[in-house]
């Protein structure tokens, strides 16, 4: 505690002035609660690792999950509202797709490069568009999205234009194509685990608390120093980065794609806003839940009802939005931090 | 000389069509600030009840329009009062609510008519007005008058009447407006209103020209926000002259560039736009941050 220096990083510091006051536990515990939650979420995979079906939805929790946590790093952390995630998602989804078909490459090697492609794409997109607050914000990233699916159907020779890109099933780790269901969960269950690595790092990190206040006061940032538009452009490009990884994990896993399924706004753009805000938008955590909360319930929506009367799943899912919206702003997280402040409240005393 | 001409005349048409779904978009967005994804939903449901009131009454669409659009707007009323009023500072929440309500809305249609696509039978869509070289669909004509005469209209009730100088006195200024004694509950309650009732009336116009579909409204959501955003929020004659804009762009684009293009071209000139001149051609520099500003 003697030693002041200020090199060191900001988070720590806090850390190290009282837990309690800074809301901030010190790097072991975080680590611990970390480990806590990945294995609290790898759970489901130990237990019904038999089961195709369930393994299939878990899966799919897994990488939804991901990508939601990676658009809750400038959605949530930075507050900046993008419902052009797509855009990425599709960087990343027909690298993939066009590299391993037309050019035999792996997947592994393409990931990254990807990444990077769309990670560039996110900031050279954004410099403008962070000009814009609020809602236009949100319009223009739509307006993006838009624009990347009209041309994913116009250039047909690089993309397949509407017949899509189908990837022939050549198992094995190098192609990323796995004959066992459980294969492809755990490196579902690997993506989420980085991404939510990701968050907690952030959480603590420098550029995280910069992210935060943009997101709570942009002028107040910019009066105590803070380059606004670098912060944002940098998470931006941290969430583009990750978002493109799970397009290519989503298209080796469905092993087809084409404009409909990347860039349908409620199927992606909007779907991952939606994810952080039932779970808890700007948390570690919300992000995961809200997707281990409605994946499933989508699926069984889909079995149940959808035969029966086509559209309706996705009629609740707008039903569910509209109340989460209304009731439950900070998402299952919030509401669980308010049970807690609650209980404390009613019967923790004056202690 | 000729080719070019019909063109143009096609995108201004074209221009009348986007303006009429955009006149109740620029009421709700361009002047109250409520971002309603939900509005093409409220054109489709316009086209809807323009269909039943046909085939179970019989009813021309120039006529159920008053039954319609009034019902439509009720619709706007009951949206406001219990999902935009709860959120209504926060913007990023309401995307979220009216996004749910577009997906419901849309998805509820389907269930309803099972995907099946539905047109008004009758004539009102085939009659052709021939001048010259150049043929004019007299619906669509028609429908150019009409967003001419509503935008005349709106601009009149905003500028002359009393209760429209309390909508603009409420956009610029929610805590000055209600210590001159507006109701500023039931100002917005009225806007959002009259909006979507405008959503309604050219739902109903347009059924002679467009087959109607439970996803039709997203056709029209983009086009609405970019006519707003490109115009100048609101501005009554800028989202008119966004309109045409949007609607001879498409048209040319469409026309000596590619079809398949034409969506994305003018989505890039919305982008520019929104960009370089957030307030758009005809409104106020600074006009896009009026009313956000504002916390209470």
Redesign the interface.
Known sequence: MNKTNASRPLAERAAAVAPEVSGLESPSTALWRYLALMGLAGLPLVFLAKDPYWLNIIAFTYLMGGLAAAWNIIGGFGGQ?S?GHGVFFGIGAYATAVGTTTYGASPWLIMVPAALAAAAVSMLISW??F??????F???T???N??AF??A??FDSFTGGPRGIMIPFKAGFANMIFKERWQYAVLMFAFVALVIGVSVWLRRSRLGYYLLAVREDEDAARACGIDVLAIKLKGMALSAFLTAMGGTLFTMYLRFIDPPTLFT??DVG?KF??LS?IGGVGTVAGPLLGAALIVPFENFLRAELANA???????I??????L???FM?RGVVGAFEDLVAWVKRKFGGRS | MDQILNVLVMGLLLGGVYGLVSVGLNLIFGTVRIVNFAQGELVMFGMYGSYYAYNMLGMSPYVSVFLVAPAVGLLGVLIQRLVIQPLHNESNMQIFATFGLLMMFQNIMLAFTRGEARSVGGDFGTVVIEIGDIKIGAVRLLTFVITTAITIGLHLFLTRTITGKSVRAVTQDKRAARTMGINVEKTFLMTFGIGAALAGLAGVMLTPIYSITPGVGGNFILAAFAVVVLGGLGSVWGAYLGGLIVGVVEAFAGYYIDPALRHAIWFLIFLVVLIIRPAGLMGQVGAEEVGFREQN
């Not at chain 1, 000009?131 to 236009?136: N, Q």
């Not at chain 1, 899912?317 to 509209?322: E, I």
């Open positions: 509202f419902l403008p568009t000009r814009l607050r609020g809602p236009f949100a319009i223009a739509m307006a993006f838009e624009v009209v041309l159907n116009h706004l409620q909007v806003a939606l805000l009367l086509p559209g309706i799943n996705l009629a899912l707008g039903l569910l939005m509209v989460a919206a209304l702003k």
